[in-house]
């Protein structure tokens, strides 16, 4: 059987969300064995031991890996995969920075974003903003991989209790350091994670008109709020709230594009949503092709309605 | 200071792309290829950083067929200074592209290197990673924006939660996000003058990479389609199906 070594995302707080699909990926390989790497980290890798599927837990305590910086990480991780036949990390951008630094330093071509185990080397992963998708085979000794989130399952938070071992690697590189972030806190459900997902688009005009429109609505429903690339350009909201090829990746229950037209891009983030709503002026909108309910109106008029009668 | 840039021929953004019947790829046939659209960032920012006299010379490199000397012809027309062209035909995986770009920047010794964040045909997201990890050099990803301080770039990333800063020694790697910068378009001077900027064919070979694929393509299919939904005439009609699907 194959022994697999992951990657547990966290923000010392709490395992996220991501980890528990990357486990659901590792099981299906093998064996899993979970790297918290952080500083003062040991609640973690508590957390990280009673998730169901892992059996393993390795703690890395160093103030050297407390900002997850790549060039730390990466060389503790390849350390490690002497011992292990495949690494996952979640295709976060804390997942995408670290594993190609670890598959080149393993010299492995990595797979990036897999969408489904096929066999022991065999997966599947969108390409072209996820207009095709490949069946891809790896030849390297080693297997170096991203996980889609939303294309597997989570396993349980609770029900295991693997043993937690400390390791060591070689700490801080002397290359990089950590100056600081600007995270929002968040008072709604973080994207990847909610049921419901409230979007805004070009449509909006600006960051207030957005605000007063989109954050009602997302109150209403308990929804999480995102975005189209053109409306956080136009600085409507932050970065993070992009949904899209090149942003987030979401699947919720129910997705309501708002004033979003619908291009390539977006699509690749958000059409795998159980219920997909669009809300647009121009019924040829290509958002409509994969809408399963649209709304042909002037947004302006029939959010604010639905807000009053939800 | 000198930076290197790499960038990729692709197809455009604007064009769907179409899955061949024989499953065995995208049909690239007759269709529009561009300059990927992070890479576009990455030379603009290279730029950028030339005009502020932070940067001397600017060197593009590609990996690709000989079309991709067209790509390279853009990148000169933006304010590179001079191409390289690693002619091949073959598909070069992410690898195989760090280990070939380091070999240009060992040769060239550049203090700053940028790539896109990811090209939009395969979406790997991995080159300028493993080109940091190959180099044993910092990486400032999905950048956001970037800031040379004497011996170190300070780059603000584009993080899942919001934006993270990293202080990195140089030389170092940056890989381009949507809002590092808006791309210019080349001049019609500056194309014309653009063709007589030098561009220099390699191969693969000249560099002593192997570029044989770690990983095979078995197949190449469409998505799932979604099945055509329904359009409600009215707000009342839509809060009627949100409560059917039991939000609201
Ligand atoms: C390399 C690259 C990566 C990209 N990555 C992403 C990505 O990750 N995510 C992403 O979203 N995009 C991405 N894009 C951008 C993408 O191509 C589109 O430009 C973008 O999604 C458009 O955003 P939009 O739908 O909000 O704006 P528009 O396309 O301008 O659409 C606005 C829509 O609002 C409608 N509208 C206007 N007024 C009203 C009104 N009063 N009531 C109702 N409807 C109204 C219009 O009919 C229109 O359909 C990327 C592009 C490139 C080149």
Same mark, same amino acid.
């Given at each position: #059987? #194959?022994? *697999?070594?992951?990657?547990?995302?966290?923000?010392?707080?709490?395992?996220?969300?991501?980890?528990?699909?990357?486990?659901? !990926?590792?099981?299906?390989? /093998?064996?899993? *064995?979970?790297?918290?790497?952080?500083?003062?980290?040991?609640?973690?890798?508590?957390? *990280?031991?009673?998730?169901?599927?892992?059996?393993?837990?390795?703690?890395?305590?160093?103030?050297?890996?407390?900002?997850? =910086? !790549?060039?730390?990480?990466?060389?503790?991780?390849?350390?490690?995969?002497?011992?292990?036949?495949?690494?996952?990390?979640?295709?976060?951008?804390?997942?995408?920075?670290?594993?190609?630094?670890?598959?080149?330093?393993?010299?492995?071509?990595?797979?990036?974003?897999?969408?489904?185990?096929?066999?022991?080397?065999?997966?599947?992963?969108?390409?072209?903003?996820?207009?095709?998708? !490949?069946?891809?085979?790896?030849?390297?000794?080693?297997?170096?991989?991203?996980?889609?989130?939303?294309?597997?399952?989570?396993?349980?938070?609770?029900?295991?209790?693997?043993?937690?071992?400390?390791?060591?690697?070689?700490?801080?590189?002397?290359?990089?350091?950590?100056? /600081?972030?600007?995270?929002?806190?968040?008072?709604?459900?973080?994207?990847?994670?909610?049921?419901?997902?409230?979007?805004? /688009?070009?449509?909006?005009?600006?960051?207030?008109?957005?605000?007063?429109?989109?954050?009602?609505?997302?109150?209403? =429903?308990?929804?999480?709020?995102?975005?189209?690339?053109?409306?956080?350009?136009?600085?409507?909201?932050?970065?993070?709230?992009?949904?899209?090829?090149?942003?987030?990746?979401?699947?919720?229950?129910?997705?309501?594009?708002?004033?979003?037209?619908?291009?390539?891009?977006?699509?690749?983030?958000?059409?795998?949503?159980?219920?997909?709503?669009?809300?647009?002026?121009?019924?040829?909108?290509?958002?409509?092709?994969?809408?399963?309910?649209?709304?042909?109106?002037?947004?302006?008029?029939?959010?604010?309605?639905?807000?009053?009668?939800? | 200071?000198?930076?290197?840039?790499?960038? $990729?021929?692709?197809?455009?953004?604007?064009?769907?792309?179409?899955?061949?019947?024989?499953? &065995?790829?995208?049909?690239?046939?007759?269709?529009?290829?561009?300059?990927?659209?992070?890479?576009?960032?990455?030379?603009?920012?290279?730029?950028?950083?030339?005009?502020?006299?932070?940067?001397?010379?600017?060197?593009?490199? &590609?990996?690709?067929?000989?079309?991709?000397?067209?790509?390279?012809?853009?990148?000169?027309?933006?304010?590179?200074?001079?191409?390289?062209?690693?002619?091949?035909?073959?598909?070069?995986?992410?690898?195989?592209?760090? $280990?070939?770009?380091?070999?240009?920047?060992?040769?060239?010794?550049?203090?700053? +290197?940028?790539?896109?964040?990811?090209?939009?045909?395969?979406?790997?997201?991995?080159?300028?990673?493993?080109?940091?990890?190959?180099?044993?050099?910092?990486? @400032?990803?999905?950048?956001?924006? +970037?800031?040379?301080? @004497?011996?170190?770039?300070?780059?603000?990333?584009?993080?899942? @939660?919001?934006?993270?800063?990293?202080?990195?020694?140089?030389?170092?790697?940056?890989?381009?996000?949507?809002?590092?910068?808006?791309?210019?378009?080349? &001049?019609?001077?500056?194309?014309?003058?653009?063709? $007589?900027?030098?561009?220099?064919?390699?191969?693969?070979?000249?560099?002593?990479?192997?570029?044989?694929?770690?990983?095979?393509?078995? $197949?190449? &299919?469409?998505?799932?389609?979604?099945?055509?939904?329904?359009?409600?005439?009215?707000?009342?009609? +839509?809060?009627?199906?949100?409560?059917?699907?039991?939000?609201?």
């Amino acid at each position: #059987m #194959m022994k *697999t070594l992951i990657w547990v995302e966290h923000d010392n707080t709490s395992v996220k969300d991501a980890t528990l699909s990357v486990i659901t !990926a590792a099981a299906k390989l /093998g064996e899993v *064995t979970a790297l918290v790497a952080g500083s003062d980290c040991a609640a973690i890798a508590e957390e *990280t031991a009673k998730i169901a599927g892992v059996s393993k837990v390795l703690k890395a305590d160093d103030a050297a890996y407390a900002n997850a =910086l !790549a060039e730390n990480i990466a060389p503790l991780i390849a350390d490690l995969m002497g011992s292990y036949d495949a690494f996952l990390a979640p295709a976060t951008t804390t997942g995408k920075n670290i594993s190609p630094r670890v598959a080149a330093l393993l010299d492995v071509m990595q797979i990036s974003d897999i969408l489904s185990v096929e066999g022991p080397k065999t997966f599947t992963r969108p390409v072209y903003a996820g207009n095709a998708i !490949a069946t891809v085979e790896s030849t390297d000794a080693k297997l170096v991989i991203t996980v889609r989130g939303t294309a597997f399952d989570k396993a349980e938070a609770t029900g295991g209790s693997a043993s937690v071992e400390d390791v060591s690697g070689p700490g801080d590189a002397g290359l990089a350091s950590f100056v /600081g972030a600007e995270i929002a806190t968040l008072e709604r459900p973080e994207l990847t994670s909610a049921k419901i997902i409230v979007s805004g /688009g070009r449509a909006l005009r600006d960051a207030e008109t957005f605000e007063s429109v989109i954050t009602p609505l997302a109150d209403k =429903l308990g929804a999480g709020i995102g975005a189209s690339r053109a409306a956080v350009d136009a600085g409507y909201v932050p970065n993070d709230y992009q949904v899209g090829q090149t942003g987030k990746i979401v699947a919720p229950e129910v997705y309501i594009a708002i004033g979003i037209s619908g291009a390539i891009q977006h699509l690749a983030g958000m059409k795998d949503s159980k219920t997909i709503i669009a809300i647009n002026k121009d019924e040829e909108a290509p958002i409509f092709q994969v809408a399963d309910i649209g709304l042909v109106s002037d947004l302006f008029t029939a959010v604010p309605e639905l807000c009053e009668k939800l | 200071m000198k930076a290197l840039v790499c960038v $990729k021929r692709v197809l455009d953004y604007n064009v769907t792309p179409r899955v061949k019947p024989d499953g &065995s790829g995208v049909d690239l046939t007759n269709v529009k290829m561009s300059m990927n659209p992070f890479d576009e960032i990455a030379v603009e920012e290279a730029v950028r950083l030339k005009e502020k006299g932070v940067v001397t010379e600017i060197i593009a490199v &590609s990996i690709g067929p000989d079309k991709a000397q067209e790509t390279l012809r853009t990148a000169l027309a933006m304010g590179v200074d001079r191409a390289i062209l690693v002619q091949t035909d073959d598909t070069v995986e992410p690898l195989a592209v760090a $280990k070939i770009v380091k070999g240009v920047a060992d040769a060239e010794q550049p203090g700053l +290197l940028i790539t896109g964040k990811q090209a939009i045909d395969d979406d790997s997201n991995q080159t300028g990673q493993m080109l940091a990890a190959l180099m044993n050099r910092p990486q @400032g990803t999905f950048a956001n924006e +970037l800031t040379v301080e @004497g011996e170190h770039v300070v780059v603000k990333r584009e993080i899942d @939660g919001g934006l993270e800063t990293v202080k990195l020694a140089l030389p170092a790697i940056i890989t381009t996000d949507l809002r590092l910068n808006e791309p210019r378009y080349a &001049s019609l001077p500056n194309i014309m003058k653009a063709k $007589k900027k030098p561009l220099e064919i390699k191969t693969p070979a000249d560099f002593g990479v192997d570029t044989q694929p770690r990983i095979k393509t078995l $197949k190449v &299919s469409e998505p799932p389609t979604r099945a055509a939904g329904v359009k409600v005439a009215d707000v009342d009609e +839509l809060v009627a199906k949100l409560k059917a699907l039991g939000v609201a």
